[in-house]
Every structure is written in structure tokens, then in C-alpha cells.
């Protein structure tokens, strides 16, 4: 069964400063599909960025950009420039190739101060 | 557009009532979702539907009954529930691939607050 881990609960930022978020996984598929997912305070699940395994080059949205390892097992989200609007629950979440159920991480919450 | 709307956005509800509630999408998704979300933590699949049919339940108890009228229209009759149950509702729904291919990605809705009292 495929697992998701994020190992940071609570992080915090200075606005305008870069932070980056931790996720690994465990599976033994070679393709499948990685997501993560911003969840602010009332509560609208935002897909922020995704990446598919078969790619080596790391996707980036805009001030979201990730670093994804794939021996390694990691996705790490890395945040630029972190905004207010920023502040909010960030799950990193797992697909296989054909499936289409999500396996999530636990959260990690994320503040970003003034 | 990537939108899928949920109604209503709060519920309360007695342990013995009888409540409904509904999500929609007009993006020609063919696979919706439901998912059950507690404060703090991750959503929990719980129905998944694909091209109307049911095609994942994950040992949900039978006082949640899911319904798919048409492709975009999704519900989740609720009867008898437990204050347990009280958690924020998520409907997802995602364009189905033979290829498994990137539009696969599952858009959620607002969700829906619901108190069991």
C-alpha cells in the first residue's frame, strides 16, 4: 500500500521569505502522479501544483515550484516570495497511474507572518 | 472553469432527520467523489463514482447513501447519523482517462459543514 508522509505539522514564514514544505512516499509503482493542495482557513481544497513521476523536469506554478526526487521518494513544495494569503493546510497527496484514489499526507499547517 | 459547486454550505441536523446534500460540476467530469474531512486532518475517501456507476465504497456505514442521477450531479442522503459524523463533506470530481493521464486531477468543491446534534 502506498503511504504518504509529511513530517512538519506547523511551519511558519515571514511574508516575502521562501519556505519549503517536506513530503516522502512509499511505493513500489514506477508512474504515478503527485499533488499538493492547499486547504486556507475556509477550508476549499486548492490544487497548488502536480507533477507525473515520468517526468524528471519539476513543475512549477508560478511562486510554487517543486523539487521531486524520485529515487529518493521525496516532493517537497518550496514556496517564493510567501504572501499572507499563503497561510493555510498544505496536503501532499499520491496517485498511482490508473487509479483514482488519493492517498494524503497528514498536513502540514503553514503561517506566514507580517 | 474548474468549479464544482456544494450545497448547502452548513448543516445541522437531529440525530433521526433526514437531510440530503449536493454537488455539481459542469466540466464533463465523469468520476465524483465524496470524501469526509475532521478539523486537522486529511479528507477520508469515501464513494467514488465513474461514469454514473458506483465504483469504490470504502466500508462507509449505511446511514451515508450515495446517488449519482446524471454526470454531473452528485448526492449523499444522510439518515440517522451519529454526532461522530458531524465533519466537513468534500465533493471532488475529476475527467476520467482510459490513459490515466494528467486530467485525471481531482478538483474538490467548498464542502459542506455539517453538526449532528
Known amino acids: 500500500a502506498q503511504t504518504v508522509t509529511q513530517s512538519q505539522p506547523e511551519m511558519s514564514v515571514q511574508e516575502a521569505e521562501t519556505v519549503t514544505l517536506s513530503c516522502t512516499y512509499d511505493t513500489s509503482e514506477n508512474n504515478y502522479y503527485l499533488f499538493w493542495y492547499k486547504q486556507p482557513p475556509s477550508r476549499q481544497m486548492i490544487l497548488v501544483i502536480r507533477?507525473?513521476?515520468?517526468?524528471?523536469q519539476n513543475a512549477t506554478e508560478n511562486r510554487f515550484s517543486v523539487n521531486f526526487q524520485k529515487a529518493a521518494k521525496s516532493f517537497s513544495l518550496k514556496i517564493s516570495d510567501s504572501q499572507l494569503g499563503d497561510t493555510a493546510m498544505y496536503f501532499c497527496a499520491f496517485r498511482m497511474e490508473y487509479g483514482n484514489k488519493l492517498v494524503f499526507g497528514a498536513g502540514t499547517i503553514l503561517r506566514v507572518k507580517s | 472553469d474548474t468549479e464544482v459547486t456544494q450545497t448547502p454550505k452548513h448543516l445541522v441536523m437531529g440525530m433521526t432527520n433526514k437531510k440530503s446534500l449536493k454537488c455539481e460540476q459542469h466540466?464533463?467530469?465523469?468520476?465524483m467523489y465524496w470524501y469526509k474531512q475532521k478539523a486537522k486532518k486529511p479528507p477520508e475517501l469515501m464513494f467514488v463514482y465513474s461514469y454514473e456507476k458506483l465504483s469504490i465504497n470504502e466500508s462507509v456505514p449505511s446511514r451515508f447513501s450515495p446517488e449519482c442521477p446524471n454526470s454531473s450531479l452528485l448526492n449523499l442522503h444522510l439518515h440517522a447519523l451519529q454526532p461522530e459524523d458531524s465533519a466537513l463533506y468534500l465533493c471532488a470530481s475529476s475527467q476520467r482517462s482510459l490513459a490515466g493521464a494528467l486530467k485525471e486531477t481531482q478538483y474538490f468543491g467548498p464542502g459542506t459543514r455539517l453538526l449532528v446534534l
Open positions: 507533477q507525473e513521476a515520468y517526468k524528471q
Open positions: 466540466m464533463g467530469h465523469r468520476a
